[in-house]
């Protein structure tokens, strides 16, 4: 008999959803839990589809989080077989959004579906948390569902998100936190004037090196058990009018802060911005703040998944804070534990992006397993 995951996946996947688009994969989720008693609320925004479905009322309230759509599949010729065809070969399923993330989404619904039917009155609530719009701006999807939660009032206890966490095989890493991202274009003022006469002018290049140097050897803190120190690096630089012949009047950095919850975006912005006082720099900056970091330490949802790994795949987790961001730093304002859990991510947004067969069943179990540790422990 065909596996239920395997042949869900293999459905979304079929569907293409390049982001924003949603081709309907929220509409079969609002379908197919309606049966086990789920209310569906779409809460679209300027052409996203986000979906928030709920079964029960009181708490604790665990959410299934994720989205439908994918990465633009790049030429068509370099895959091996069509990305939205999805292709079984050598015990690897193909196709787009395999591994980020329509193979989490089926194991969610899955998951949910068995362990419903072994429950139907379990504690609690269970919802599900779908947007179109995580791959793209994502100013449309997962923070517009956050917005209505948060004004109705409504909090989240436990959050599972399907981000492809695993590094060689399934289980092996999940994130228990993402770092925040600063991020910053700083304009360093001088006057132009001509490279023969430099006393006539001010070289912003010159004045700022200092400066840059001392931001560059700042230790801005010491991470803790779960981040690795906050990271300040330059990723853009300009200056001059491209002759050989001219000081420039202004220079113009791009940079970033990654940083861990040992800090805080305002004590960064205060910090930096007293370094370049302190190096007399006529300047201005405008701040971007991207993301805040959020954690989840050892506690029952930690514990629920480590253990739920151990079950299914017989190996010990590592809890990791690294990579990107991801839509937690949204859901983190309503939620107290959240955890990442998904595939092996090697191919995430590759030609010919894949997930092994025999890792479905399993994701399915995983979550499976998860529900019945926090919901009926």
């Known amino acids: 008999m065909s596996d239920p995951t395997f042949e869900l996946a293999r459905e979304i996947m079929s569907r293409p ?64 077989s069509p990305p939205f065809a999805p292709e079984v070969r050598d015990g690897m399923l193909y196709g787009r959004g395999a591994a980020d993330m329509k193979s989490s989404l089926a194991a969610m619904l899955t998951a949910t579906e068995a362990f419903v039917a072994a429950n139907p009155a379990h504690p609690g609530s269970i919802a599900f948390l779908l ?95 779960y981040y690795q120190p906050t990271s300040w690096q330059i990723s853009n630089i300009h200056a001059g009018t491209g002759a050989t012949n001219v000081v420039p009047g202004q220079l113009e950095i791009k940079f970033n802060f990654r940083f861990s919850t040992a800090s805080t975006p305002e004590g960064l912005q205060s910090r930096l911005t007293a370094i370049l006082d302190k190096h007399h720099l006529d300047h201005e900056i405008k701040w971007t703040l991207g993301a805040r970091p959020f954690l989840t330490g050892r506690g029952p949802l930690a514990d629920a998944a480590s253990a739920a790994i151990r079950e299914v795949c017989g190996i010990e987790t590592e809890l990791s804070t690294t990579g990107g ?53």
């Open 131 to 225: 947007t179109s719009d995580e791959e793209g701006d994502a100013t449309d999807g997962t923070v517009a569902v956050v917005e209505t939660l948060k004004a109705r009032g409504e909090s989240i206890d436990y959050c599972i998100i399907g981000e492809p966490t695993s590094v060689n095989t399934l289980g092996d890493m999940i994130k228990n936190g993402r770092r925040g991202s600063l991020s910053g274009v700083l304009t360093v003022k001088g006057i132009q004037c001509h490279i023969a006469y430099p006393e006539k002018g001010r070289n912003p290049i010159h004045e700022a090196a200092p400066a840059l140097a001392e931001l560059a050897a700042t230790q801005w803190d010491a991470g803790n058990e």
């Open 325 to 377: 961001t991801s839509d937690g730093r949204f859901i983190a304002e309503i939620c107290k534990q959240m955890l990442e859990i998904g595939p092996v991510n090697e191919t995430s947004h590759k030609i010919d992006e894949c997930i092994a067969v025999d890792a479905l069943p399993k994701l399915s179990a995983i979550y499976h397993r998860i529900l019945e540790k926090t919901l009926t422990a």
């Open 17 to 80: 959803s390049v982001t924003p688009e949603d081709g309907g994969c929220c509409q079969l989720f609002a379908d197919r839990l309606a049966a086990l008693g789920f209310k569906a609320e779409f809460i679209n925004r300027n052409g996203v589809t986000n979906l928030w479905l709920r079964r029960g009322e009181t708490a604790p309230l665990f959410v299934f989080a994720g989205h439908t759509d994918v990465v633009p599949t790049g030429p068509l010729d370099k895959w091996t």
